[in-house]
């Protein structure tokens, strides 16, 4: 901070400093701090020095043990969004937890899609060795490595580059769709399913993301579309979403659905979870009743799906199993690149019912 | 990470090897990365250093830039559980704005609330020649300042430390609960305002966080006590919640409340926008209008308050305004310890009205 006067920096105690209060040479010191067992100091000297440190506030330069043991015991989390905005930073929690597991440490950056404010950022991780990487993107999608990263060992946590070169995790979203689709077949229902969250054509997302190009969106439609397909039947319609996917625009495009259809949906499959809490006003409004008159599923297992009654049937993103297996990626580099996909649990609810018989 | 074959480790490229590719002294590589403009070198030899280092992916070494200019230019948010647990890590994106104002990066880490793990992570932190800390914690609540920390500048983040010793950022929750009550009071409710969230008599949490005891139950409270009584009046009762404050409790605690109570409420105040969820369902079985028959007023601003018809009139916690507060004083040290509170504003929805005439 520029504005921060020297006095109130954290200044560095040194060695020299340490060795003085304890009354010891600097290299006793340097032996203790470093965990070193191959030299003999006596137990007295131990806790002198580690007395001394303690009290001076002594912290030993990470460079220097980096140089030292060739590993500096910290990677770092640098994503878009991911640990400055809501749900998906549980995928840092799962990262930081498999960490642990190796004795590593975990630092969280977020760029906010800015690649001015990414360089810097990893031009700073980069110059305070950091064993690793984990690039991370809060929506599931294909990005571009960062020239810094070349060399330097990555994975890439819910995002893919387009060559596959580079080790990535993602969830199957394909698989998820497949399991939603089948979700309904199974009920019975077959004419009438319908998809909430189109993107309108030609767009690559919606408002506040211009340029998203949700692999999400896509691959989860490709999944109920095969299944569907498989059993000889299609989606019989879908509503576009084209601002964000949030309560209010899937209470308008189910409320426009229901005006304009012929026949009403038997089962509404959202995009996400917070289109089909806007599905649930809608349907509700209209005078249909949850899973009753129409079934309902979301994607995402976000908190929005225990906010209604019945609570939503959701698709889960297994965001703290794909942090854990990106880090578990980078603690075992493998021989050629890796793709993993990680399964997305059902999360049940009560919105999957029979459709109703006419 | 322990498994890292030290072949794939981000191996630093050297000054040494910067001058050779450029074919300058190693001097010269110095004084061009380290922006210095009191040497004389001609266009040629800045130009085929630039290249080369980009080349090479030359990254200067931090420890030594920080010893030459007394500044790192990057401090760290602390957590236990803030960049990896949702909503309260939109004050990530506020610290993270501000500091960008003041030319400063952000590193995050999330301590889980696990004393071990955070003097790691301090040590990690400190030993890469960071500026400042910001320390912060999830709910507001009185904290005791890791001893790594003394002698860092540091500014407390929605937590606050015993004596006031030192800079804090917190929520106004006092004057929340007051602009609650008075929010009720303004539409003629008096005698029929109940409060949903107290802990029961004894408790200092919920089963997920037992030893929480967060200032803003007490102070959000003690707000709304204090509007009432200037009004002559008080709370008509409350609803205790012994468990975690989210929507399946809230419903059942409301569900009790409306069963057991001799006079139905005329207004809900509940501790959190999960708990006034679940109250509008109660209230829904119950057979009763929000806002007709009862008002709802929530705390938070979370995403839950627009997942319900009516949308909850909630009194939002200011994340990404604490964040920005607390890094602007970093940014600017005081001469004494400073605590601020910053206001929280009313989310308004559609929850709250007159109360049925009777």
């Known amino acids: 901070m520029t504005d921060t006067p020297p006095a109130r920096r954290a200044a560095r105690v040194t060695l020299r400093?340490?060795?003085?209060?304890?009354?010891?040479?600097?290299?006793?010191?340097?032996?203790?701090?470093?965990?070193?067992?191959?030299?003999?100091?006596?137990?007295?000297?131990?806790?002198?020095?580690?007395?001394?440190?303690?009290?001076?506030?002594?912290?030993?330069n990470i460079t220097a043990q980096t140089l030292r043991t060739g590993r500096s015991g910290t990677v770092a989390l640098v994503s878009d969004f991911v640990s400055s905005t809501s749900f998906a930073n549980s995928m840092v929690r799962g990262a930081m937890h498999e960490?642990?597991?190796?004795?590593?440490?975990?630092?969280?950056?977020?760029?906010?899609?800015?690649?001015?404010?990414?360089?810097?950022?990893?031009?700073?991780?980069?110059?305070?060795?950091?064993?690793?990487?984990?690039?991370?993107?809060?929506?599931?999608?294909?990005?571009?490595?960062?020239?810094?990263?070349?060399?330097?060992?990555?994975?890439?946590?819910?995002?893919?580059?387009?060559?596959?070169?580079?080790?990535?995790?993602?969830?199957?979203?394909?698989?998820?769709?497949?399991?939603?689709?089948?979700?309904?077949?199974?009920?019975?229902?077959?004419?009438?399913?319908?998809?909430?969250?189109?993107?309108?054509?030609?767009?690559?997302?919606?408002?506040?993301?211009?340029?998203?190009?949700?692999?999400?969106?896509?691959?989860?439609?490709?999944?109920?579309?095969?299944?569907?397909a498989a059993a000889g039947t299609a989606l019989a319609g879908e509503a576009e979403i084209d601002e964000d996917w949030d309560v209010a625009n899937g209470r308008r495009a189910v409320a426009h659905l229901l005006a304009g259809s012929a026949a009403a949906p038997t089962a509404l499959v959202c995009a996400n979870d917070a289109l089909a809490v806007g599905a649930y006003q809608a349907l509700h409004h209209a005078g249909f009743d949850v899973p009753g008159d129409v079934s309902v599923v979301g994607f995402d297992g976000s908190p929005f799906a225990r906010a209604v009654e019945p609570e939503l049937t959701s698709i889960a993103l297994p965001h703290i199993e794909l942090g854990r297996r990106a880090a578990a990626m980078l603690a075992a580099p493998g021989d050629v690149p890796r793709l993993e996909r990680v399964p997305m649990p059902i999360l049940p609810g009560g919105s999957v019912g029979a459709p109703p018989s006419r």
């Open 99 to 228: 960490l642990r597991e190796h004795d590593t440490l975990l630092f969280t950056v977020d760029t906010q899609g800015d690649p001015e404010l990414e360089e810097q950022l990893l031009q700073s991780l980069l110059g305070r060795d950091i064993d690793g990487v984990i690039y991370a993107s809060m929506f599931t999608r294909t990005i571009s490595l960062p020239r810094a990263l070349a060399g330097v060992p990555t994975v890439l946590l819910n995002c893919v580059t387009a060559d596959g070169s580079i080790d990535a995790v993602v969830p199957d979203e394909v698989a998820a769709g497949r399991d939603a689709a089948r979700m309904l077949l199974d009920h019975g229902h077959r004419d009438g399913i319908w998809f909430v969250g189109a993107l309108p054509a030609g767009s690559r997302g919606g408002a506040a993301w211009p340029e998203w190009a949700p692999i999400a969106l896509t691959e989860r439609r490709a999944g109920i579309e095969a299944v569907l």
């Open 17 to 60: 400093e340490v060795a003085e209060r304890a009354g010891v040479s600097r290299s006793a010191v340097s032996f203790v701090m470093n965990g070193r067992t191959d030299q003999r100091l006596s137990d007295d000297v131990f806790d002198r020095v580690r007395r001394a440190a303690d009290e001076l506030g002594y912290r030993p």
